[in-house]
């Protein structure tokens, strides 16, 4: 069986699987299901700690390499230019789907909630926690973070958020490199390309999990929620899913007719494996090995373009968040009949753009911004425990837009280059 099918066949059974014991077998009433979600939480987390655990090794690899190809042919302006473009306008286009969405069908007005319960929810007080200490920084101190004191400390904290750090200094050095290293098969340009294929062939035996992975982790999601788990905010994330539906249908797909002039249901078709895994693991970090590997073997997308646009978009162009975030904060304005100004609305517009750039690339990446927009616009920051409960859903869905729109990217910046690349495509592996 091809690995497309067996991938779609153990998350259907997932689905199935979680969502019949979650109706037949409650875990109250019959204790081994919490051995059973154990094993599976077991296979899922060991797929993930294979993948993460070569995400730094890679990410160096991948931007190292990247860079210095673009740097010896003077591209490397050019393309993080264009990548930077194209992360705007791409990211501003879904902000903008959102505010017309919820202006549109207006999913908060009249909802009917439990506003004490929710004061003191240990969601809510935990994430507002952890807002706190990100908002002590002054301004230009975010600027400086951006730089690592010691990349290797940056490295050991990639996931506590430090992996936009390790790309900085990936980038400079990648740089750097490229002025220092003029012929091809350099002993260093040899190691960091073993290095990046090595990391390749960890992900292809993490593959060979993928299906009982996605299977367990599906389940237990489905086991744990049930169907009913979007309650009275059923409307709400509809609208999130209308809204990412219509950026990675109709903006996405005119994008790539118009600009790449390539068939998007052909792209799609290329990409569907990889839309499994990343709304599976709603992690746009732990996906990253497979775009690479997606982009180079099926889409044939210059390896020096995808390795940089890629690695970088990870983290740096996340659409689907940029989106969510903006019909969040709006939904919650309704919610609590807060009248946002234009200027607010503006605000919305700019932060949400500039949180799907600056989010990292996990599970719930997003959530901690959100508490800082609403508490920016005056909307009670509470109002977030509403949402957490259908959280895990949509953010499988936002990060399978993430992980789209980084391909879209590569391919867009990709188009026109290709023939003056000049670089082999990588081994097959
Ligand atoms: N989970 C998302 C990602 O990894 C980030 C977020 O929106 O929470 O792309």
Same mark, same amino acid.
Do not use: R
């Given at each position: 069986m091809k690995q497309h099918y067996r991938l779609l066949l153990g998350f259907s059974l997932g689905v199935l699987g979680g969502l019949l014991g979650y109706y037949f077998l409650p875990a109250g009433e019959h204790a081994f299901m919490a051995k059973v979600t154990e094993l599976f939480t077991f296979v899922g987390a060991t797929f993930l700690r294979l993948i993460f655990m070569v995400v730094v090794p890679l990410i160096l690899s991948a931007l190292m390499l990247g860079v210095m190809e673009l740097g010896k042919g003077r591209g490397l302006g050019r393309v993080a230019g264009k990548s930077l473009l194209y992360t705007i306008l791409l990211s501003g286009l879904a902000v903008l789907i959102a505010i017309f969405t919820t202006h549109l069908f207006k999913p908060g007005v009249g909802l009917v909630f439990d506003r004490v319960a929710l004061a003191g929810n240990s969601g809510v007080l935990k994430l507002q926690e952890s807002v706190k200490t990100v908002t002590a920084k002054p301004w230009y101190q975010y600027l400086v973070d951006l730089l690592p004191q010691n990349p290797i400390d940056s490295a050991a904290r990639a996931f506590s958020g430090e992996i936009v750090a390790l790309m900085v200094f990936a980038l400079f050095f990648g740089w750097a490199l490229s002025t220092v290293i003029k012929e091809d098969d350099h002993p260093l340009v040899r190691c960091l390309e073993a290095t990046f294929q090595a990391c390749l062939k960890i992900i292809d035996l993490a593959m060979v999990l993928a299906p009982f992975a996605i299977f367990g982790m599906v389940f237990n999601t489905a086991y744990r929620m049930g169907a009913g788990f979007l309650g009275n905010v059923a409307f709400y994330a509809a609208i999130v899913v209308l809204g990412l539906a219509l950026q990675f249908f109709v903006v996405y797909g005119f994008f790539l007719k118009v600009v790449a002039k390539t068939s998007p249901w052909e792209f799609w078709k290329a990409c569907r494996d990889l839309f499994l895994y990343a709304f599976s693991t709603a992690s746009s970090n732990a996906t990253l090995p497979m775009s690479l590997e997606t982009a180079e073997? &099926?889409?044939?997308?210059p390896p020096r373009i995808s390795r940089f646009v890629l690695t970088v978009g990870a983290t740096a162009n996340q659409n689907g968040t940029a989106l969510f975030e903006g019909v969040t904060v709006l939904f919650l304005a309704q919610v609590y009949g807060v009248d946002l100004s234009f200027g607010q609305q503006f605000l919305v517009v700019l932060m949400s753009i500039l949180a799907g750039i600056g989010t990292?690339? &996990?599970?719930?990446?997003s959530l901690p911004l959100i508490v800082v927009l609403l508490t920016q616009v005056g909307v009670p920051a509470e109002g977030i425990g509403l949402i957490l409960g259908v959280d895990r859903f949509l953010d499988m869905c936002r990060t399978t837009l993430n992980v789209a729109g980084d391909l879209v990217i590569a391919k867009l910046v990709s188009v026109g280059t290709e023939d003056a690349s000049g670089i082999p495509e990588a081994d097959p592996i």
């Open positions: 073997q &099926v889409l044939k997308l990292a690339g &996990v599970p719930g990446g």
